[in-house]
């Protein structure tokens, strides 16, 4: 691998741009590796990078249907952050937030981690109770968590219509100020071109469409480019996590839904934190181009299809609206959907699965752009040593039997 | 937005449907009696189809009553929508 640079800037100016290497190479699979990840998003790309780095396992394949990113990865609205409510997320997502801070210069590759802070609203009195609760929750784990009321919030975000005759006056909010947003494409190109180096086979254009076994024992995978076989197999497909769990013959907790998002043309710098509202069911940035970039809550109903429907579009709109007057006429440019893989408790399942030598990450939902370096570093961890870490462990399938959940939802301003 | 077709009032907007999930999953006759495994694919485990699905949706903002639609989860078409009991649970989608 080449590394960017400063000078290679300048060297391949000279050069009118047409001596960069590849990103990646391009390879066709190989019949064998040691582990084949299924799935090129954040997770699994960052899954094969710190397999490589941190466990010296290199005789890795990641296979992609499509090409790496396409997924969720590059459909996300970007939001980083930590404050979640409960100990095992909340150590989770901060393990994950710790790695984002110097992770564009260990990948060598710019990721825009932009820590302009996130705001959760509170719109209600229940709301700013659960808030100050998160707050302090937050706090006793050592994540940065703040309570704001409606004057700071002003302060903070002068465009934002805190007047009390709206229908969802601005009572306070909490602020995370390591939060922010960064470049999602970049994560899974940064993770993938890190992970390359290695010499991890990145196979784009290659779905998996069955998984072998033998004596109770996955053994490999067949796909669109052939059989290959697999010692271990790790899976980190999101919205598809059922269609690979039919394969290996168990079931999942899993939902999938379509959400979507969208952005506006550009303007100039007016909003420089995220701000999310849980009750109103949208968020919003501005990126570095000016593009206000938005999102909405999940379709109610199952769905494959990477687009949902006008009404939650519009909803998550008009709540925006409210909140920022001065957005009313902007007018959005593009608008997209991807597909998450929602869990019962809003928590993810990382771990191993009732076949042997096939591993699983899923149930990110909503919100598991943020989490990419740290749901890859355990997921590496646990394929690795065949035992979850400690920081995984609650995030078992067999939680779902115990009855052990790590309820999030609602309880943490969890979405996104 | 879909158009889905109440079997009590016709073709209605989205937006005036709840989503139930999926359908005629069968509530275990004697729940102090089955195993933790049971119990949990009974209150957890999903079929969640990439294809054909078959799903209960609540008419609440018209006829308030719960009937079953068979949808694909991919193009999202509705081909058929059922008043509870008008099928049998064992019906593969
Ligand atoms: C609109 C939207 C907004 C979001 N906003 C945020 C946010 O602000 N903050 C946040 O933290 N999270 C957010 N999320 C959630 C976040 O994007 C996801 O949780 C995260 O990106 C999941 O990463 P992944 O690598 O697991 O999945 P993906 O990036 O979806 O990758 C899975 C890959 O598996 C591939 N695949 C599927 N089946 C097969 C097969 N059979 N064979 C081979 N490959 C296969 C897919 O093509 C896909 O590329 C948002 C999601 C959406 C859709
Ligand atoms: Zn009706």
Known sequence: MKRYSLFSLVRNGINHHSNWDRVWRNPNPRPEYDVVIIGGGGHGLATAYYLAKEHKITKIAVLEKGYIGGGNTGRNTEIVRSNYLWDEAAQLYEFSLKLWQNLSSELNFNLMYSKKGVLNLGHSLQDMRDISRRV??????????ELLST?????????????????????????????????????????GRAADAFGVDIIQGCEVVGIRQEDGSAVGVDTT???????????????HSTVLANMAGFRLPIETHPLQAWVTDPIKPVLDVVVMSNSVHAYVSQTDRGELLAGAGIDAYVGYGQRGSFSVLEHAASSIIELFPIFSRIRVVRQWGGIVDTTPDACPIIGKTPLKGLFLNCGWGTGGYKATP???????YTIANDTPHNLN???SLE???????????????VAH | MLMIDCPWCGNRDESEFMYGGEGN????????????????????????????????WLHSYGCRRWFLAERETVSYEILNTHKIGEINPESKS
């Open chain 1, 151 to 191: 004057e700071e919030v002003k302060g903070l975000v002068p465009i934002i219509n805190t007047s009390p005759d709206t229908r969802y006056p601005i009572l306070g909010a909490s602020l995370q100020k390591r939060g922010g947003t960064a470049r999602h494409d970049g994560v899974a190109w940064g993770f």
């Open chain 1, 136 to 145: 302090n929750a937050n706090r006793l784990n050592g994540i940065d968590s």
């Open chain 1, 374 to 380: 740290g749901s890859g570093w355990v997921f590496a």
């Open chain 1, 399 to 413: 939680r779902f039997i115990t009855g052990k959940l790590i309820d999030e939802h609602g309880a943490a301003g």
């Open chain 1, 225 to 239: 480019k052939g059989y290959i076989k697999a010692k271990k197999i790790g899976v980190a497909v999101a919205g």
């Open chain 2, 25 to 56: 999953i069968v509530r275990p006759q004697d729940p102090e009696s089955i195993s933790d495994d049971s119990w949990s694919d009974y209150l957890f485990m999903r079929k969640n189809t990439k294809g054909l699905y078959m799903e209960q």
């Open chain 1, 393 to 395: 462990e609650p995030f």
